[in-house]
T-cell receptor, first 112, second 116 residues
Framework: EDKVVQSPLSLVVHEGDTVTLNCSYE??????LLWYKQEKKAPTFLFML????IEKKSGRLSSILDKKELFSILNITATQTGDSAIYLC????????????FGKGTHLIIQP | DTEVTQTPKHLVMGMTNKKSLKCEQH?????MYWYKQKAKKPPELMFV???????INESVPSRFSPECPNSSLLNLHLHALQPEDSALYLC???????????????FGPGTRLLVL
């Protein structure tokens, strides 16, 4: 059975801190790993990672995939209160159209 | 444009009611998905449609009936639901090319369902 594990499950930091969120996966026929941010409604897409060792960056957020060790990290630098959310990691397996296997998420709280 | 729309935003129904959730996308995506999300849990896959055909049903009870009338629309028909079916129902879409890096799923805002 496919499995995605995120850690920590919750994290409280102060504004301006840097955080690292972890995601490990055991997925047959792995294709890609995705990171989403979820506030009150639907998950919003952050990154898709398919190749190992290539960092994806968007502003203060960055992410990288290690296909040998089967994990990914999401870094957020200079955190702001607006970064408070649940960050979900999800893996895609198979080909074409397959559902996402989600981890339980990391609930990140940024205190002013 | 990466917009997926869902209606209604909120729905309250009794256990004997029949209702439908609707999802629409105009990104030319040929794969569409229904997920169920309970409070403080990640989304769980329910159904996948690929090129308007049901390709995955994750052992969902028959009181949930999906329908894909065309490549832009996805419905979820609800009948005789139970209170434990109360959840956020999310629709998503993606390309279905099978090419690595083109599988990003874009989510709609969801329908928050309460079954009384």
């Amino acid at each position: 059975e496919d499995k995605v594990v995120q850690s920590p499950l919750s994290l409280v930091v102060h504004e301006g801190d840097t955080v690292t969120l972890n995601c490990s996966y055991e997925v047959t026929n792995f294709r890609s790993l995705l990171w989403y941010k979820q506030e009150k409604k639907a998950p919003t897409f952050l990154f898709m990672l398919t190749s190992s060792g290539i960092e994806k960056k968007s502003g203060r957020l960055s992410s990288i995939l290690d296909k040998k060790e089967l994990f990914s990290i999401l870094n957020i630098t200079a955190t702001q209160t607006g970064d408070s959310a649940i960050y979900l990691c999800a893996a895609i397996s198979g080909g074409g159209a397959d559902g996402l296997t989600f981890g339980k998420g990391t609930h990140l709280i940024i205190q002013p | 444009d990466t917009e997926v729309t869902q209606t209604p935003k909120h729905l309250v129904m009794g256990m004997t009611n029949k209702k439908s959730l609707k999802c629409e996308q105009h990104m030319g995506h040929r794969a569409m998905y229904w997920y169920k999300q309970k409070a403080k849990k990640p989304p769980e896959l329910m159904f996948v449609y690929s090129y308007e055909k049901l390709s995955i049903n994750e052992s969902v009870p028959s009181r949930f009936s999906p329908e894909c009338p065309n490549s832009s629309l996805l419905n979820l028909h609800l009948h005789a639901l139970q209170p434990e079916d109360s959840a956020l129902y999310l629709c998503a879409s993606s390309q279905a090319t099978g090419l690595a890096g083109e599988e990003t799923q874009y989510f709609g805002p969801g329908t928050r369902l309460l079954v009384l």
